[in-house]
Nanobody, 117 residues
Framework: QKRLVESGGGLVQPGGSLRLSCLVS???????????MAWYRQAPGNERELVAQ???????TYADSVKGRFTISRDNSKKKIFLQMNDLKPEDTAIYYC????????WGQGTQVTVSS
């Protein structure tokens, strides 16, 4: 059974960086390679929002709020996607989740990112 496992969050000062990872456990290379994947985030009191997407062909798109600061990537051999977050701001504070776009899986536990001085 496929499961989403996010990691890499933490507490960082404004202007700092973090790299998040998302593993689609229980998946195999050929299946994962066919997934378009995305990172989402949910701040307290807010709805979950789309942060970044990456297609099977590695085309990427970003929310305007993170464009130029965040980079999404993937490693099909590891069944993982990543989110490199630079120049972090307090408004980036949220729980970050990943998911498959075309066949969403049950949400994982997410990884908490807190940006504070």
């Amino acid at each position: 059974q496929k499961r989403l496992v996010e990691s890499g969050g933490g507490l960082v000062q404004p202007g700092g960086s973090l790299r998040l990872s998302c593993l689609v456990s229980g998946s195999i290379f050929s299946v994962f390679s066919g997934y378009n994947m995305a990172w989402y985030r949910q701040a307290p009191g807010n709805e979950r929002e789309l942060v970044a997407q990456i297609t099977t062909g590695r085309t990427t798109t970003y929310a305007d709020s993170v464009k130029g600061r965040f980079t999404i990537s993937r490693d099909n051999s590891k069944k993982k996607i990543f989110l490199q977050m630079n120049d972090l701001k307090p408004e980036d504070t949220a729980i970050y989740y990943c998911n498959v776009i075309q066949e969403p899986l049950p949400w994982g536990q997410g990884t908490q990112v807190t940006v504070s001085s």
